[in-house]
Nanobody
Framework: QVQLVESGGGLVQAGGSLRLSCAGS????????MGWFRRAPGKEREFVAA????????HYADSVKDRFTISRENAKNIGYLQMHSLKPEDTAVYYC????????????WGQGTQVTVSS
């Protein structure tokens, strides 16, 4: 069982930056693929970024590529999503997720953290 808790959300002006954190419980968190997703008001949940258990492989949605960076510190059981050049369309609830296999369904989800970007 893995429990995930996101933090770091908030209100920021367009062009600003935020760093989201995802704290994972249990030693097995470091063996899981970690992903970030988001859900904007009135829209479906969408993939944002993913990182392999070792950190050696990452993947980004086209909409955030070159602006967002996903990373993790396995020794601390924490993952991050560094967001730069934020746009109003980045406004959403951001969720951290963990899955056992790259490219497969994520098994564990956090409760989400709100990110609001004002224009």
């Amino acid at each position: 069982q893995v429990q995930l808790v996101e933090s770091g959300g908030g209100l920021v002006q367009a062009g600003g930056s935020l760093r989201l954190s995802c704290a994972g419980s249990g030693r097995t968190f470091r063996t899981y693929v970690m992903g970030w997703f988001r859900r904007a008001p009135g829209k479906e949940r969408e993939f944002v970024a993913a990182i392999s258990w070792s950190g050696g492989r990452t993947h980004y949605a086209d909409s955030v590529k070159d602006r967002f960076t996903i990373s993790r510190e396995n020794a601390k059981n924490i993952g991050y999503l560094q967001m730069h050049s934020l746009k109003p369309e980045d406004t959403a609830v951001y969720y951290c997720a963990a899955g056992a296999v790259w490219g497969k369904e994520y098994e564990y989800w956090g409760q989400g953290t709100q990110v609001t970007v004002s224009s």
